[in-house]
């Protein structure tokens, strides 16, 4: 251990540059610690950059500012009813507790800032324990790029969303092209660009240090068993060690691009991941090895992803948010050509219905890919994949005049499929869908009122008919090791590793297996970050504060 040549020595060290590791960052710097940054690839933002940016904090000043009312008891029973069980009490009250205050805090001293987005509902509003009016999602607003200087080009880029908030960017109302054209020419950012670049013009302000291109390999151990340094790697493959006197504190993303992880913990394979190439499970590699216990190793934040194969981002084809599944004249079947489920449910519910056994006929009849089925109706009303309406259908779309002759070309049954638009189109005549009742959940119209037969059901009748698969996809897993209420990483004894906190997708979600509503990701990763960040820059290892 005295052997060794030390890179660089501070009191904390970050892996990542997403939400949950900047958050750690200015918690950890605002609190008097020295910092370093290490991000693995030549971008920064990581999976947030390339999101939607938007965080779910209950209780949040931004509500009450704008009239709306929140409920501590009322939002940790809605937590404990979509967990089913299966997070601890104790870190949903932490998170609830904390998340509004350090938000304040990012508000008032970091100048990282967001608006309620009007309009835009809670997911699952029609709960009986869900918040009925306003939202608990976070809208980032506008950042001038220029305000960080030549670190503005290093910003991860976002193939998905134009320049503007998620309230001005088509998911409540049009896209304002005048709008996104003045903010392009003067390097204004929205979404997780903006969020990340508030965040890391924070660090900067607090004099953290980033270093690009610079992986996290594996964690230097002390006598006792406690965190005492990384050795990380460079894309020329040179290995570099550092220091850290306080703690290190992994938030480098979840694992959904390493086929031999998830192969070895999820339910089925992600076959299209829907972030960044990178996530390949480093941290929890390295947590593993330092005997981390684990949690919620099954889940990811699923969702059904839908692919143009000419559309192409970091050197993969890039997998898709899709649409069409919410709307009339659409239906989903199996391989078999049947419905199995509610198509308009959430994009992190819907996939679990994959995940259903036949006993009896030993198989996974919902294993993906399923397939869209829709009609000219639907193609000519909406934008699915980067399919727009009134264009042609492009090559790589199935498309044909009768369902019959469509079935064969995707591979399902024919009379099963014929079957399925048929009783569908009877419950259309009838507004109601007995079978899995569509029309009737908040998330299937989010933002027109939640689910009802006239904006949800509508026939499948008009040919040309087409078909487009829905693969297995996540914007990122979310188990990991296990931390507790300070972000402190648990080995199987339940006790905390000394020196290693870890937050966001490369530690277990504390609200579990759970997307709440909109920033159900961001803001979990954000507040544990923080906590993690702050608590790291008051335990010196040397005074072995437990």
């Not at 950059?49 to 929140?70: C, E, I, R, T």
């Not at 609200?511 to 920033?519: E, V």
Request: net charge negative.
């Amino acid at each position: 251990m005295q052997n060794i040549q030390w890179e660089k020595e501070v009191d904390v060290i970050v892996l990542g540059t997403g939400g949950a590791a900047l958050s750690a960052a200015v918690a950890a710097a605002d609190n008097g610690a020295s910092v370093l940054v290490l991000e693995k690839t030549h971008q920064i933002g990581g999976t947030t950059a390339y999101s939607g940016g938007v965080p779910w904090v209950p209780l949040n000043h931004y509500m009450k500012d704008q009239g709306f009312s929140d409920n501590r008891e009322q939002v940790i029973a809605f937590i404990k009813r979509l967990t089913l069980g299966r997070a601890e009490e104790s870190m949903i009250e932490r998170f609830v507790d904390k998340g509004h205050e350090i938000f304040k805090f990012l508000d008032e001293e970091a100048q990282v800032r967001f608006k309620t987005p009007k309009k835009y509902p809670e997911y699952y509003r029609n709960l009986d324990e869900a918040l009925k009016d306003g939202t608990r999602s976070l809208d980032p607003v506008p950042f001038n790029l220029n305000l960080i200087g030549e670190w503005g080009m290093h910003l991860r880029q976002n193939p998905i969303f134009p320049p503007l908030t998620l309230e001005e960017g088509g998911a409540i109302g049009g896209i304002d092209f005048t709008v996104v054209a003045e903010r392009m020419q003067n390097n204004i950012v929205t979404m997780g660009r903006s969020l990340v670049a508030s965040l890391f013009k924070a660090c900067l302000d607090r004099g953290v240090e980033t270093i690009l291109n610079t992986a996290g390999k594996e964690l230097v151990m002390g006598e006792n068993g406690e965190v005492i340094g990384l050795i990380a790697e460079t894309l020329e493959g040179e290995k570099k060690y550092f220091k850290a006197n306080n703690g290190i504190i992994l938030a480098s993303g979840g694992f959904e691009w390493n086929k031999q992880l998830t192969k070895a913990f999820l339910k089925m394979d992600i076959t299209h991941p829907v972030s960044p190439p990178g996530n390949e499970g480093d941290a929890l590699m390295m947590a593993m090895k330092a005997g981390a216990a684990l949690d919620n190793m099954s889940e990811a934040w699923w969702y059904p992803a839908m692919v143009d194969p000419t559309f192409e981002y970091e050197d993969n084809v890039m997998a898709q948010l899709g649409g069409g599944r919410n709307g009339p004249n659409s239906i989903v079947v199996n391989k078999h050509g049947r419905r199995f489920t509610h198509e308009g449910t959430t994009y992190n519910d819907m996939p679990r219905t994959f995940f259903n056994f036949d006993p009896v006929n030993i198989e996974f009849p919902n294993e993906a890919p399923v397939w869209l089925i829709f009609d000219q109706q639907l193609k000519d009303r909406e934008l699915i994949i980067t399919m727009t309406p009134g264009d042609p259908a492009p090559d790589w779309v199935d498309q044909a005049p009768t369902l019959q002759e469509l079935a064969a070309k995707v591979g399902v049954n024919a009379e099963n499929l014929v079957d399925e638009v048929a009783k569908w189109n009877t419950y259309c005549d009838q507004q109601e869908d007995p079978d899995f009742h569509r029309g009737t959940i908040q998330f299937e119209n989010l933002t027109g009122g939640g689910g009802n037969p006239e904006a949800n059901l509508g026939k499948i009748e008009k040919g040309p008919f087409y078909a487009l698969p829905i693969y297995l996809g996540a914007l990122g897993t979310n188990g990991g090791p296990k931390i507790d209420e300070n972000g402190r990483v648990l080995n199987f004894a339940g006790q905390p590793i000394q020196g290693l906190y870890a937050a966001g997708n490369a530690s277990a979600n504390p609200l579990g297996p759970i997307y709440p509503s909109a920033g159900g990701t961001i803001g979990p990763a954000m507040v544990f970050g923080f906590l993690a960040g702050e608590h790291a820059a008051k335990t010196n290892l040397i005074k072995s504060e437990v």
